[in-house]
């Protein structure tokens, strides 16, 4: 079960000025499903995208890619579930056109202005025509206030929904930012999660998105893992409409800063729920890595700590086996590693220094702080002044289970 | 279950002259098992040794490297199984020193003789005194046709005793290799297995012997993985006595390459025999990666294969889900790879090219071969002439169940 992780239903979701969401049932994989989802966005909107380093990136991410730097802007998206449209060659590429042009041709749009989505299952033909003939009854329901029916819409092994709003003052008005996004395993920071959207009614300009965008990703979906496996159809779009009441706000100054550090809480909040909603997750780690020479190197550590299956498995079972974690940090690949200055936490306890178990370390600590459900790792480097953190999950039967029935 | 991987108790370990093996149970983590064991070598032999590259590499570790390079040469090694003997600071180098030296002591040699290995949990202390107690007991039942029994002394989580004979004929005189391992967790090809012990009788120089462990670990222990996991105490260790009825075998001629070839083949059936009793496993897989610019590359497309969670549980439930694959190889890390020159095979099905699904592949095809407890993926990258191989297992319930119970 999700630890720690609340339906989005019991804190609802904020409406986005100029964004409508729409909905339906397209059978796309499984019947009786909420699998196709349109948002649109008003006239004006800004639009700014990360997306998969993944070489066999899907179909759908390259067309956004391109449509990405073209005018007129952006002002749909189209996103199912059941089928990823990745490693299906020349025609899933057209099928994602052909998605793209069934939802220009009903909202009067150029194909270019819609970018189109996909996750789930690889390498199978995406049934093009289900999309199709669907959307019309996405965009009959179009509505402000459906971001809880478009997280829904979103989810493939997801269990609970994941969304997040946030509203922000900014001179002296309201600005609302909401944000979605779906898991749960394929999860790996090569950019974002699977699917994540936020919109936001703040009036920016591409740049200022684009600036946000980077800033929030770094310290969001870009520092979590569950399977160290990048999928192929990884996207992260950020949306501004505009349509707040507020003054356009510039780069470098308080109001960015503001606005730019409330887009990347909803941020984390939403990579978060990603973990805390991993495949078969009972534990949800933070991992700090702390006084390493650069960030490069803590990263390294970070997530030969949140990859390890020894230690993702010891987790599950709550058995402090802290070796593991010693082991990791040695093969992480920092090769002048000293392992003697190295300390090493786990919650508040001290439980290895001078290359050895610390001599005030007693096993029962460690029980006490694995029985938690939330864990922090902390490993000083005590080498440097970088620091970085990254969020994980553990390692179940039920990962194993969730993953050996995915397609069935 | 280990998958094809019969008990060597079937085929019997052959005694290579000037070795001797004595054992005994000395109760270090649990009672009623071998876990001590007492290798010694006939004056003049040769020993050669590769190590684990985890910076937390345990204290024996430490000291074989030390002792490996002195002289008078090596006459004897310790290994205990039950505790790592790493993570364990200044006390920990202690204890295997203090190893050694009871060892030197009882059989009236200098403590650089020895060389220490210890296997099992990290980060507690050694109980050095079971194990000083016990040499005695070792010492009194070394015996040339003890092989057996050392394999079943170095077990820590496999099921199966793992070793291997091979006899060859060189100058028209027989020369023996016998070899013992033991794995089953925490496998990653950053120098050899947990442990792996190999000997012959045939007459070589240091130089030679160096040369062929160099040659025959890239071809074997660095071509395995179970969990992508470096342990900090992996060794592998090839000893000759030159004690077989042959003149000296030099570098550079035909009695090296079939002395070379026949201790690869005996170091690769010992580290498939790893592979085979994975923790957990129940499928060999083996992953060929071909026609890459270079070896590296192979490697970074075999390794994304093989330490994949989701492609490891998805062959546990021998599920031809293969999008898993194409995406694995989309995110090995070759930045210019073009995904459509790419052809994936499972077994002898052609699965994908062209970016997207074989036209001539059926799912009934996938199906067959995943039904199979060895499986072959062949990954075609047609840019260039380098080839490799590696092995690995299937991901299932028991390999959490096992890593979860480890310690208890």
């Known amino acids: 079960m999700p630890v720690n992780l609340s339906n989005p239903l019991k804190k609802s979701l904020l409406p986005v000025k100029g964004v409508k969401l729409g909905f339906a049932e397209a059978n796309i994989r499984k019947p009786n499903k909420k699998d196709l989802l349109v948002i649109t966005l008003v006239e004006g909107s800004q639009v700014a995208g990360v997306f998969t380093k993944n070489r066999f990136c899907a179909a759908p991410v390259q067309v956004c890619k391109e449509h990405l730097g073209t005018n007129p802007g952006v002002r749909a998206l189209v996103i199912n579930t059941g089928n990823a449209n990745a490693g299906t060659g020349a025609t899933g590429l057209q099928h994602a056109i052909d998605t793209c042009k069934g939802v220009s041709a009903i909202l009067d749009l150029s194909p270019e202005q819609v970018l189109p989505f996909s996750t789930g299952v690889i390498l199978e033909p995406l049934p093009?025509?289900?999309?199709?003939?669907?959307?019309?009854?996405?965009?009959?329901?179009?509505?402000?206030?459906?971001?809880?029916?478009?997280?829904?819409?979103?989810?493939?092994?997801?269990?609970?929904?994941?969304?997040?709003?946030?509203?922000?003052?900014?001179?002296?008005?309201?600005?609302?930012?909401?944000?979605?996004?779906?898991?749960?395993?394929?999860?790996?920071?090569?950019?974002?999660?699977?699917?994540?959207?936020?919109?936001?009614?703040?009036?920016?300009?591409?740049?200022?998105?684009?600036?946000?965008?980077?800033?929030?990703?770094?310290?969001?979906?870009?520092?979590?893992?569950?399977?160290?496996?990048?999928?192929?159809?990884?996207?992260?779009?950020?949306?501004?409409?505009?349509?707040?009441?507020?003054?356009?706000?510039?780069?470098?100054?308080?109001?960015?800063?503001?606005?730019?550090?409330?887009?990347?809480?909803?941020?984390?909040?939403?990579?978060?729920?990603?973990?805390?909603?991993?495949?078969?997750?009972?534990?949800?780690?933070?991992?700090?890595?702390?006084?390493?020479?650069?960030?490069?190197?803590?990263?390294?550590?970070?997530?030969?700590?949140?990859?390890?299956?020894?230690?993702?498995?010891?987790?599950?079972?709550?058995?402090p086996n802290l070796g593991r974690i010693l082991a990791a940090i040695g093969y992480a690949g920092i090769d002048d590693l000293d392992v003697d200055s190295i300390r090493l936490y786990l919650g508040d306890a001290l439980v290895a220094e001078n290359g050895g178990r610390a001599s005030s370390y007693r096993e029962e600590q460690g029980v006490a702080v694995m029985k938690e459900p939330e864990i922090t790792v902390r490993v000083m480097l005590n080498r440097g002044l970088a620091n970085t953190t990254v969020w994980t999950c553990d390692f179940s039967y039920d990962y194993v289970k969730i993953n050996a029935d995915y397609r069935s």
């Not at 929904?161 to 309201?174: N, W």
């Not at 200022?208 to 969001?220: G, N, P, T, W």
Request: proline share 1%.
């Open 128 to 319: 093009v025509d289900r999309i199709l003939s669907n959307l019309g009854k996405c965009i009959e329901n179009l509505d402000e206030d459906n971001w809880l029916n478009a997280a829904e819409s979103i989810m493939t092994t997801d269990i609970v929904a994941k969304g997040y709003s946030k509203e922000i003052t900014v001179f002296g008005e309201k600005i609302t930012i909401t944000g979605i996004a779906k898991g749960s395993g394929m999860i790996h920071p090569n950019m974002a999660t699977m699917l994540g959207f936020v919109a936001t009614d703040a009036n920016v300009s591409r740049i200022v998105l684009d600036s946000i965008i980077k800033y929030s990703v770094e310290r969001s979906f870009n520092c979590i893992t569950v399977d160290g496996d990048t999928s192929t159809n990884d996207s992260f779009i950020l949306m501004s409409t505009g349509k707040s009441e507020t003054q356009e706000i510039a780069l470098g100054t308080k109001e960015y800063e503001l606005l730019r550090d409330a887009i990347t809480e909803v941020s984390i909040q939403l990579a978060q729920a990603i973990v805390r909603d991993g495949e078969g997750a009972t534990k949800f780690m933070t991992i700090k890595v702390e006084a390493g020479k650069d960030i490069d190197e803590c990263r390294k550590v970070a997530y030969a700590i949140a990859h390890s299956p020894l230690i993702k498995t010891a987790f599950f079972a709550s058995d």
